[in-house]
């Protein structure tokens, strides 16, 4: 499976952004995906989930009510939808995959990751 992120920027506080995650080589809508991101010096750390179908979701308490994650299978493509963007949410941002049904709060709980795309967000 090999992920493509794409659709980071630079946006001024309260703005939007959209990434994308292009998956390819597997069966997309076989697992769930997942975001993460990572500031500098700090872990990489959970941002949001979806399930397979796209019916269930969940979010860090940091990002729920400001980010939307959702799935096209047929185009075989994650996004987040990032509003009301904070200096705290500059990071890189990686989309990941995952098979396991049991977790998804962890680096771990992942198979396969993408390359990150960068969002700064400026005060």
């Known amino acids: 499976v090999q992920l493509q992120a794409s659709g980071g920027g630079l946006v001024q506080a309260g703005g939007s952004l959209k990434l994308s995650c292009a998956a390819s080589?597997?069966?997309?809508?076989?697992?769930?995906m997942g975001w993460f991101r990572q500031a500098p010096g700090n872990q990489r750390v959970f941002v949001a989930t979806?399930?397979?179908?796209?019916?269930?979701?969940h979010y860090a308490d940091s990002v729920s009510g400001r980010f939307t994650i959702s799935r096209d299978n047929a185009k075989n493509t994650v996004y987040l939808q990032m509003n009301s963007l904070k200096p705290e949410d500059t990071a890189v941002y990686y989309c990941?995959?995952?098979?396991?049904?049991?977790?998804?709060?962890?680096?771990?709980?992942?198979?396969?990751w993408g390359q990150g795309t960068q969002v700064t967000v400026s005060s």
């Open positions: 080589g597997g069966t997309f809508s076989t697992y769930s």
């Open positions: 979806i399930d397979r179908t796209g019916s269930t979701t």
């Open positions: 990941a995959s995952r098979r396991n049904t049991a977790g998804y709060r962890y680096v771990g709980d992942y198979d396969y």
